[in-house]
């Protein structure tokens, strides 16, 4: 019996020190498999880029930083710090902190890391100098959209050289030059003014909502002459779906953003080919065409008199709507947000605005002379531009390999220019998130002012958007009070920043 005891005995210590044995083993093999996977992608693209170059000259270098996981890189961490820690400078700043200066440029660096961003190898590019030579070295990038296709392959945000220049020179005259701008001045205000005296005997309103709703009737109105109707409740709303795809993880599959993004992509171009048939049978009948940006698109000519294709027309109204409301809606949200948050600020705003209307004898509505006037106001729209930072990045593509500083950015990479970081950095700007106005008294240091890029891409359509931000902080000043809600709101930000309960105010008249 004690032999039989004994035996169990030792069968159970032998069962027990390999079940420890295996745990010894897993408990180290789980941490060097994890890090075998980290390392394996950042290897692989390393020795890539080594592998092209044997036999130079010279040793190329890749910026500092790391791949991170394969196929996915780093935009988790990316959307780790825009939508749940809510610091989107926060995933900069890590590799600043990790990887130092990223070179010998002086105190802000080279500014270059390398990465792995929606679903490509990518340099990020985040200092003034950096950003500024890869935004203007037309020659060595090209643009590069996560997927293009969404705001339209052959759309002025996507197309380069000449096709992109001759589409530029229209858009600029009909949207950006002082003559459209005066006339624009004119249509847009009735509409703005209806829609302050809805919102003061509504009583409550979400800003983001009405405001954006305004916005995108006047864009409405200027780029395709439509008027307020079903139809485009859901084109907004398919707008709402594309801009959600923007920045989304390329994973096209059910459920996706991306996926609802093409789906609404395409529900816009079906209206707009709709909308093109329609002009076209109307100029056939002999019929005027419309005066719009639309109608202008169809007539533009080049040097050989050639017109743009169909497919051309809608992708380039597709992408001129979206970028004519989305961003300026939001920047005049922000705007009313800062503004009930600033007391000073909106005190002198208002008495700039109502010695102007005072002048103008009880007329209604501002003109493009009364806002050349302005002295405060216009601190006050780029600081909300600023502070506000609609677009966080801009996309690029490597045309081919690429020196900066002693370091390469290889043929065929992504290059997500960082733009936001730059004016929120206290080495550019004193107390970079407060709001003050008074800081434009004096210009920004060279190169740390790229709220609408820079070079010959910078945003066509600018002034426009610092138009339509001009001419509703006159009527708000002018004729109305409002009151945070939730002053203490958390922010959301992706796909553009916003009060993650919309900014909800109380409005009335003064």
Known sequence: MRSYVQQADFMGGMVAADWAWWLGLLAGAVPLLALAVWHCADAFHCAAFAVRHLGGRQRPRLPPGHIGLPFVGETLALLWYFNLARRPDGFVEAKRRRYGGAGDGGDEGVGLYRTH?????????????????????????????????????????????????????????????????????????????????????????????????????????????????????????????????????????????????????????????????????????????????????????????????????????????LA???????????????????????????EENSAIAKENNGASFITLDDIYKMKYTPKVVEETIRLANIAPMVYRVALRDVEYRGYTIPKGWRVVVWLRSLHVDPK????????????????????????????????????????????????????????????????AYLPHPRPMDGAAMSFSEL
Not at 174 to 201: C, G, H, T, Y
Request: charged share 25%; net charge positive; proline share 5%.
């Open 117 to 321: 961003l929606f679903g490509s190898p990518t340099v990020l590019a985040c200092s003034p100098a950096a950003n500024k030579f890869v935004l203007q070295s037309n020659d060595s990038f090209a643009i590069r959209w996560p997927s293009p296709e969404i705001v339209g392959v052959s759309s002025v945000v996507n197309v380069h050289g000449s096709q992109h220049a001759r589409l530029r020179r229209f858009i600029v005259a009909a949207v950006n030059s002082p003559r459209s701008l005066r006339a624009i001045a004119e249509v847009v205000q009735p509409r703005v003014a209806a829609a302050l005296r809805s919102w003061a005997a509504k009583g409550t309103i979400t800003a983001a909502t009405e405001i954006k709703k305004v916005t995108f009737e006047n864009i409405c109105r200027m780029f395709v002459s439509m008027e307020p109707s079903p139809l485009t409740a859901k084109i907004d709303e398919w707008f709402a779906g594309l801009v959600a795809g923007l920045r989304a993880f390329p994973l096209d599959i059910p459920g996706t953003a991306l996926r609802r993004a093409k789906k609404c992509r395409r529900k816009l171009h079906s209206v707009f080919s709709e909308e093109l048939e329609r002009r076209k049978a109307k100029l056939a009948a002999g019929e005027g065409g419309d005066n719009d940006v639309m109608s202008g698109l169809m007539q533009m000519e080049d040097e050989q008199g050639r017109r743009l294709e169909d497919e051309e027309v809608v992708d380039n109204i597709v992408s001129l709507v």
């Open 324 to 350: 004519g409301y989305e961003s300026t809606s939001n920047a005049i949200m922000w705007a009313a947000y800062y503004l009930a948050k600033s007391p000073h600020v909106l005190a002198k705003l208002r």
């Open 428 to 491: 550019y700007y004193d107390d970079p998130f407060s709001f003050n106005p008074d800081r434009w008294d004096k210009a920004a240091k060279p190169g740390t002012y790229q709220v609408f890029g820079v070079g010959e891409r910078i945003c066509a359509g600018n002034m426009l958007a610092r138009l339509q931000l001009t001419i509703m902080l006159h009527h708000l000043s002018c004729g109305y009070r409002w009151e945070l809600l939730n002053p203490d709101a958390g922010v």
